[in-house]
T-cell receptor
Framework: DADVTQTPRNRITKTGKRIMLECSQT?????MYWYRQDPGLGLRLIYY???????NKGEISDGYSVSRQAQAKFSLSLESAIPNQTALYFC????????????FGDGTRLSIL | GQNIDQPTEMTATEGAIVQINCTYQ??????LFWYQQHAGEAPTFLSY????GLEEKGRFSSFLSRSKGYSYLLLKELQMKDSASYLC????????????FGSGTRLSIRP
């Protein structure tokens, strides 16, 4: 079983729809992150959470919201999807000490028509 | 602002050596990561440098110069499976520790 699991793996939806991407982990890490990846732009941080009561905006948080339901679960919502949110989304986890590598889920490919 | 630069694409020959460079300008520095990402897959951790010098791990080595804001990833004895994107990422401290990623270097290996 994967240590960091994202659902769904693929999603096609229409403009204006509300979408939730879910992430769960079995690594026991405190820190969880949501990134989006677009061709030529690399990984960009949307939101991150250092524990259940800690939520922080990343560089591109507009149009997104998150919920840290438990240490192991971190979900990303698009309240009203728009086509330029079409991207590959990754969830990642990391240990409490900052100088540890992140561990990524397999990604969710989201297409908004 | 924070900025990381890497070449967009590189090509190398199977069995050869290739060096992928990364330069960064960040407000604070607390380490640099290299990740490998095959097309459509998750990034996977390759190496971490926090002190100046070379870190070697099998066929892969990573070098850091903090004074120059410069790192490179060296891949030896290239194999076809090394065809992937290589991401440079810097961890820095502002109000809390964060990581920023470069756009990645797409490496193609030819026979």
């Amino acid at each position: 079983d994967a240590d960091v699991t994202q659902t769904p793996r693929n999603r096609i939806t229409k403009t204006g729809k509300r979408i939730m991407l879910e992430c769960s982990q079995t690594k026991g890490h405190d820190r969880m992150y949501w990134y989006r990846q677009d061709p030529g732009l690399g990984l960009r941080l949307i939101y991150y959470s250092f524990d259940v009561k800690d939520i922080n905006k990343g560089e591109i948080s507009d149009g997104y919201s998150v919920s840290r339901q438990a240490q192991a679960k971190f979900s990303l919502s698009l309240e009203s999807a728009i086509p330029n949110q079409t991207a590959l989304y990754f969830c990642a986890t990391g240990k409490g000490t900052g100088n540890q590598p992140q561990h990524f889920g397999d990604g969710t490919r989201l297409s908004i028509l | 602002g924070q900025n990381i630069d890497q070449p967009t694409e590189m090509t190398a020959t199977e069995g050869a050596i290739v060096q992928i460079n990364c330069t960064y300008q960040t407000s604070g520095f607390n380490g640099l990561f290299w990740y490998q990402q095959h097309a459509g897959e998750a990034p996977t951790f390759l190496s971490y440098n926090v002190l100046d010098g070379l870190e070697e791990k099998g066929r892969f080595s990573s070098f850091l110069s903090r004074s120059k804001g410069y790192s490179y990833l060296l891949l030896k004895e290239l194999q076809m499976k090394d065809s992937a994107s290589y991401l440079c990422a810097v961890i820095f401290y502002s109000s809390a520790s964060k990581i920023i990623f470069g756009s990645g270097t797409r490496l193609s290996i030819r026979p």
